[in-house]
């Protein structure tokens, strides 16, 4: 690994995110448009169910909304970084660099991070301004929760990126289709037990249910499962370990069906 | 042979039955500027590719700095670059920012008297600040050759450098080639269709049809090789006849 490809990576899409108005505006917009829907709807729910209404309902939704938004940001820094060298046709210049597939995938993590980090504290501060909602009232339970759905979004990421690898530009929609293909499964705005009961085996398979559910169980002011994060952490690993061998298995494949280079030129 | 830094041996490429590389050997001396030429679809991009590490090829072996290109990628990459008419550099990046890029890539000691000094050299130090997609296709170019050289490499593949470039700037760009070649001993493979350029650079060229290698030589033998004036017309009767190997010799 060197540190160096790996800064040189990260400042391209540091330069890349800067200059462009779209580019930045994409992080803003629409968590902001989220935060916005959600936070209304909630409000209207909490209207129309009276005293019955639960008092935390605002902090289940707001805060699912929010830490879902990590996983997905974390998934699109890893998928849109590598899209975003196929749509400027400089997916060649990075690949007959002397870059190595873990600098490359390190360098998309890291930018991931950043996006992630300015637009939970956008959305924090919003949420709490507009609805009086602190996402900190979760303590340092929050790091544990934060850390599991950045390592999901990250495997997610590379899933993605290697099915675009494989598939071209034609599987680009994949970028943004991929977390919700997992959403309705994996208890964000709703507890599991909501979910069939056929469905809820395969529910606690996606490290994600544990840290929503996890998350819940906290704001209910019942503390941080140890069993929810541990059963989290030990399913990302996996799905860590497996997506990049899957990467690793695509790139290879890329290479011997000639699709980096048309990747890269068309 | 002892100087050779590349070494290719019984090439095979196939893409799903399609034969790209059929059976391709050649060695590329260290200084030499070697041409793949031949008509689309005889296989030289897809050997540029496999020698750049984007390809892996069928059978065959290549060998770079003597060493097994598949198992030492990286390495042999670091002392390689590339410019292509058909890659780009992000056109919302200033120049000295995608050199910079490029130069951290490569981890290049003393980047940014390096980046000054290729930009004079190509004449184009006033774009330094400007924007990479507002300069011209000419301007790109250079750009995209800046790049290339950064890491001073030792072997530098150039896919159709000169494509978008008009007359003077092409010509310029031609003897600049050659200018650094002599200087530094930088060992070049060369693909274009432009014959003109072929002939001027290239101290040898390899004509490539159907995947094979049917000539091989310094430009003036491959052309009194097929008995014509020029190497533009050995490339059109090469083009039009696949058989033209058994009339020739």
């Known amino acids: 690994m060197s540190w160096c490809r790996i800064q040189a990576l990260v400042l391209r899409y540091t330069y890349l995110y800067t200059r462009s108005?779209?580019?930045?505006?994409?992080?803003?917009?629409?968590?902001?448009?989220?935060?916005?829907?959600?936070?209304?709807?909630?409000?209207?729910?909490q209207r129309i169910g009276g005293v019955s209404a639960p008092a935390n309902v605002f902090m289940f939704l707001l805060g699912a909304m929010i830490f879902w938004d990590i996983l997905y940001r974390a998934q699109q820094g890893v998928t849109l970084s590598f899209l975003e060298d196929v749509w400027a046709r400089n997916l060649l210049n990075v690949f007959v660099a002397p870059v190595r597939i873990g600098e490359f995938v390190l360098a998309t993590y890291i930018v991931g991070l950043f996006r992630i980090t300015i637009t939970v504290a956008m959305l924090a501060?919003?949420?709490?301004?507009?609805?009086?909602?602190?996402?900190?009232?979760?303590?340092?339970?929050?790091?544990?929760?934060?850390?599991?759905?950045?390592?999901?979004?990250?495997?997610?990421?590379?899933?993605?990126?290697?099915?675009?690898?494989?598939?071209?530009?034609?599987?680009?929609?994949?970028?943004?289709?991929?977390?919700?293909?997992?959403?309705?499964?994996a208890a964000v705005f709703y507890p599991l037990d909501v979910l069939p009961r056929w469905v809820q085996p395969i529910a606690l398979c996606i490290p994600a249910?544990?840290?929503?559910?996890?998350?819940?169980?906290?704001?209910?002011g019942e503390g941080v499962s140890a069993a929810s994060l541990t059963a989290a952490f030990a399913l990302n690993a996996i799905y860590l370990v497996a997506a990049a061998l899957f990467f690793r298995y695509m790139f290879d494949v890329a290479r011997r069906k000639g699709l980096l280079a048309k990747l890269g030129t068309q | 042979m002892n100087d050779a830094i590349v070494q290719v041996e019984h090439l095979r490429k196939e893409f799903s039955g399609t034969v790209a590389v059929a059976d391709v050997s050649f060695n590329v001396r260290k200084g030499e500027i070697v041409g793949l030429l031949g008509a689309n679809g005889a296989g030289k991009t897809t050997t540029i590719q496999i020698l750049l590490g984007l390809t892996t090829p069928t059978s065959g072996s290549v060998r770079v700095f003597g060493k097994d290109l598949e198992r030492h990628r990286c390495e042999i990459l670091q002392r390689c670059n590339f410019c292509s008419a058909y890659t780009a550099l992000p056109s919302n990046l200033k120049v000295r920012e995608n050199l910079r890029v490029s130069g951290g890539l490569y981890g290049v000691p003393d980047l940014f008297r390096k980046m000054d000094a290729l930009l004079s050299l190509f004449e184009i130090a006033h774009l330094k600040n400007k924007v990479t997609g507002q300069l011209s296709s000419g301007e790109s170019t250079r750009v995209n050759l800046c790049k290339a050289l950064l890491n001073d490499p030792e072997l530098l593949m150039l896919d159709e450098p000169t494509a978008s470039l008009d007359p003077n700037i092409a010509d310029k760009v031609r003897k600049l080639l050659r200018k650094i070649q002599r200087e530094q001993g930088i060992t070049m493979i060369y693909t274009s269709h432009n014959m003109r350029d072929v002939e001027e650079v290239c101290d040898r060229v390899l004509f490539l049809h159907k995947g094979l290698i049917i000539a091989e030589g310094t430009p003036q033998e491959v052309i009194t090789q097929f008995n014509h004036k020029t190497l533009e017309e050995v490339f059109i009767t090469v083009a039009r006849s696949g058989d033209l190997l058994e009339e020739t010799t």
């Open chain 1, 125 to 185: 501060g919003l949420a709490y301004a507009l609805y009086s909602f602190n996402i900190f009232s979760l303590g340092m339970s929050l790091l544990p929760f934060f850390a599991n759905l950045l390592l999901m979004g990250w495997a997610l990421g590379m899933v993605t990126t290697s099915l675009i690898m494989r598939w071209g530009q034609a599987a680009e929609a994949l970028a943004w289709g991929v977390p919700f293909l997992i959403q309705p499964i």
């Open chain 1, 21 to 45: 108005v779209p580019r930045v505006t994409e992080i803003f917009f629409w968590p902001l448009m989220d935060l916005l829907v959600w936070g209304y709807v909630t409000l209207y729910l």
């Open chain 1, 209 to 220: 249910t544990h840290v929503f559910e996890g998350m819940r169980q906290v704001l209910r």
